[in-house]
């Protein structure tokens, strides 16, 4: 079919869809998405926002009668082409494709879990035993099993993790609710479709578990189709690592006395050596530390302190094992139990050894009072090309953010991409009418304690000018906090603060209010779609770079600079520019959008690597001075053209 015609004035999707607007960028990344579907290979394409990239490869995949695997980069991305995407273009087009949602086994509840913590009874608050009887009564009306269904659980309630499995506590073929697994029933369903939807987290965690030689979790396609693809090689650099958490030690004693008072009651010496394994847990989160913290392992692995705290945990480990061994013939839960208790003694043993390799990085992070030890590979390329090579098909890449300096030398390489096809396409948006690129002057430098201060004064008469209706993005929590406590009273509109309420209700505020100021960090750099005059400023605070005190961001620094390679440039910067036009992008999300951006770091302009930041910004006009500002929310305001 022509899929220019498809996505054309004169199409079915111009008939069929509200709103749908033909935009010639969408085509040409249509026509390269077909072609690379219908001929095999890669190919890398940056579509800018307002592109609508999402038909772009929707429409050819479902077009083109071989097997597609699509990749999101999250779980709301996936939810959305499954449940809203696919069905209208399905029916727009008239095809029979058969479509298939596959999520990580901890998205979907587990029968046997439970029923485990129903009879175990150790709820530590109503609100837990309050959502323990929603999900039991959702449990008896649901087909997927899929938690985002229960709109009155949040998705982090502490409860999710005692009804849900992982890879470490799903007993597989052995359960004995495998008849009633959802997990089961929804692979089931993957295995049959033509056109599969998943998540960047499943499919590395499919490469690491082929990567073993074991089992596999998807199954096979002919062609792949990565979004947000700019996630991606941090996503599977977490997955051919190796992890160790309290939480799963502190699970293990859970899960075993559960299953001892289900099949071995008479063995009350394993009950005994679960519950030591639990203080020794405890022993391991004090001696790393306290605060919350992310540090290389050997700046600690010699301390007396935690060493004696890791042999505490081993003996503990190696105790639970012996007990093990004599109940795990009673019933397959204790088998498991066995097999995950030998599992994370290795685990254990590992990542704790103090010697560094070449290839992985061995970190540690606390939090509150759980703690992830962690080893991380430095360069997951050639694994991941590896994998593309045992595939042979289709691959394609696509992101609003991919390309630095109008390329993707620095995405491809971290992929280990060698031959592939590149397109950029431009926004189609109106940048150079619609928007306004300020930069405050006379900014003390961001290292100085004075920094954000001067930049809150500098952002008030900015914010005045906007009547607020204002995202403020900051690298770093405690440079929130700190522009929150000076906002405070000094505001005419309202002020949102990340971690006052969960994300998607502060949106939804602030979506609402039309005219307030939030501040974020991290998670609304990306991922956040607020259109129409509720968000008419956008505000970075620093420029986007790593931490480098970061334990894996200082491994591959190192590891850059022993090859000869100058770090900075090569990793610190690129990574920085993608991360800086993520929170760019918040600002214009539709064309009747208008909007002044503030990159307020004065680096942009007095160091060298600046003009790399903003020449892989869409092209605006630029000014610092504030009269500038107001004119222009003022003619914006009163719907005239931008202000010269």
Known sequence: MDIARLLGADGPLTRWLPGFAPRLAQQRMAAAVETILSGGGTLVV??????????????????????VMISTGTRHLQDQLYHRDLPLLRQALQIPVKTALLKGRSNYLCHYRLEATEREGRLATREQVAALQRIRDWATRTRSGDIAEVGDVPEDASIWPRVTST????????????????????????????????????????????????????PGAEAIIFDEAHQLPEVASYFFGRSLSGRQLLELARDTRVEQLRDAADFGDLRVRAAALEPAVLALREALGLGDRRALWREVATGPALRAAVTMVATALEQLRTALQEAAVRGKGLEHCLQRCEDLAQRLELLSEPAEDEVRVRWFETQGRSFVLSATPLDIAPVFQERMNALPGSWIFTSATLAVEQGFTHFAARLGLLDYTALRLDSPFDFARNALLYH?????????????????????????????????????HRALQEAARLLAGRLRYPL????ERAKAALLAQFRALGNAVLLGTASFWEGVDVRGEALSCVVIDRLPFAAP?????????????????????????????IALKQGAGRLIRDTG?????????????????????????????????LDRVRAFFASADAGSGPAS
């Open 440 to 476: 405050p002057p006379e900014l003390p430098d961001p290292a100085t304690p004075q920094y954000t201060g001067a930049l809150v004064e500098a952002l008030l008469p900015v914010l005045e000018a906007s009547r607020g209706r204002a995202f403020l993005l900051f690298t770093s």
């Open 549 to 577: 005190g970061d334990p894996v961001v200082q491994a591959r620094i190192e590891a850059l600079r022993q090859r000869g390679e100058n770090p900075f440039l090569s990793y610190q910067v690129p990574q920085a520019v």
């Open 46 to 67: 940056e579509a800018g926002t307002g592109t609508g990239k999402t038909y772009a490869y929707l429409v050819p995949a479902l077009l083109a009668g071989r097997r």
């Open 593 to 625: 959008d208008r909007g002044v951006l503030v990159l307020a770091d004065p680096r942009l302009l007095s160091r060298f690597y600046g003009r790399l930041f903003l020449d892989s910004l869409p092209p605006m006009p630029r000014t610092r001075r």
């Open 496 to 499: 949102l603060v990340q971690g």
């Open 167 to 218: 890879v470490d506590n799903c007993l597989g073929q052995e359960c004995p609710r495998l008849q009633d697994c959802f997990l089961a029933r929804a692979r089931r369903e993957a295995q049959a479709a033509d056109l599969l939807v998943i998540n960047h987290h499943l499919f590395c965690a499919d490469m690491a578990i082929r990567e073993t030689g074991f089992a596999e979790i998807l």
